[in-house]
Structure formats: C-alpha cells, structure tokens
C-alpha cells in the first residue's frame, strides 16, 4: 500500500524568507501524480501545486516551486518570498494512477507560520 | 466557478441520531472522495467513486457509515447511529482525468460535532 510521510510538523518561516517543506512517500507504483495543498483555518483545502511522476521537469507555479526526486521517492515544496497568506497546514498528497485504483491519499501535514 | 458543493456545512447533533452530508461533484467528473479531518487521525479516506460504482471503502466503519452515489449529480455520507467520535470535519472531493493531469478538487467540508 502507498503511504506518504511528512515528517515535520511544524515550521517557521520570516516573511519574505524561503521555506521547504519535505514529503517522502513509498509506492511500488511507477506511474502516479504528487500534490501539494494548502489547508488555511477555514479548513478549505487548496490545490497549491500538482506533479506527474512521468515528467522530470520540476513543477512551479509562482512563489511554489517542488523538488521532485523520484528514485529517492521525495517531493518537497519550496516556497520563495514568503508571505502572511501562506500561513497554514500543508498537505502532500500521492494518487494512483486512474487506470489503476486512483485512490488519494494524504501526509499528516505540515503546519506553517509565517512572521512578520 | 464550478466547485463541490457540500450540505450541510455545519451539523449539531445528539448521540444515537441519524447525520446524512450530502455532496455534489463537479459537473462531469466522475470520481468522488469522501474524507473524514480529525486533529488524532489527520485525513482518513472513508470512500471512493468512480464513475458512481463505489472502488474503496475499506476505511469506513461498515456498522455505522454508509456512501453512495444515487446518480452523477449527488454521493452521500450516512451515520447511522452517530456518535460522539464522529465529530470530524467531513470532506467531498471530485475530479476526473484530463490531458493535463488528474486533479482533486475538494468541498468546503461539513463540520460535524456529535454531543
């Protein structure tokens, strides 16, 4: 079975500072997609980013950026110049591929706090 | 914007009472998820839909919990009979497979608080 593991509870960033948030998971999968979402206190979940296993390429969007490694099984996400806004729970997701169960599965989060 | 509507956002109830949450997917996706947040257990996947036949639902209590998808437009969530462990915060998602990727899309949530 797959599992994802974020093993950083909790971290702090200074505004306008970088942070990485770090996500290992394990499958036996070789197909699959990577997500990133943003849970704020509203507990909305909020898609931040999305990775397929297939591409090499890194996926940014904005200030988001993820460090995708594939044979060590890691996908962080680097958030460059940050703001007030991107305190909240981030979760790293792993999801099947559809042809195979397609199930979602999520870490236990990451909660960021960003001072100002 | 099209989004995944959940009814009801919020849910007081009292032990032994019958809890239904209601959640309308995206239009024309046609996989659901339902998720249960506590603070102890984080995200806990209950169930699973794909094209309205359930795949997954090895994580919900089968004596007390019940999901189905009576049509494309409408999956439900059924406690029966609820208890105070069930307070949660409730999740639907959607999503359906594009040329561009596979992308969740997740309600607004019901909160659930069961006394």
């Known amino acids: 079975a797959q599992t994802v593991t974020q093993s950083q509870p909790e971290m702090s960033v200074q505004e306008a500072e970088t942070v990485t948030l770090s996500c290992t998971y394990d499958?036996?999968?070789?197909?699959?997609?990577l997500f990133w979402y943003k849970q704020p206190p509203s507990r909305q979940m909020i898609l931040v980013i999305r990775?397929?296993?297939?591409?090499?390429q890194n996926a940014t969007e904005n200030r988001f950026s993820v460090n995708f490694q594939k044979a060590a099984k890691s996908f962080s996400l680097k958030i460059s110049d940050s703001q007030l806004g991107d305190a909240a729970m981030y979760f790293c997701a792993y999801r099947s591929p559809p042809y195979n169960t397609g199930k979602l599965i999520f870490g236990q989060g990451t909660t960021l706090q960003v001072k100002p | 914007d099209a989004r995944v509507t959940q009814t009801p956002r919020h849910k007081v109830t009292e032990m032994g009472q019958e809890v239904t949450m209601r959640c309308q997917p995206i239009l024309g996706h046609n996989t659901v998820f339902w998720y249960r947040q506590t603070m102890m257990q984080g995200l806990e996947l209950l169930a699973y839909f794909r094209n309205r036949a359930p795949l997954d639902d090895s994580g919900m209590p089968k004596d007390r919990f019940s999901a189905e998808m009576p049509d494309a437009t409408l999956a439900t969530l059924k406690i029966q009979p609820s208890e105070p462990r069930d307070s949660a915060v409730y999740f639907c998602a959607s999503g359906r497979r594009t040329a561009t990727g596979n992308t969740i899309y997740f309600g607004e949530g019901s909160w659930l608080t069961v006394v």
């Open positions: 499958t036996s999968e070789s197909d699959y997609y």
């Open positions: 990775q397929e296993a297939y591409k090499q």
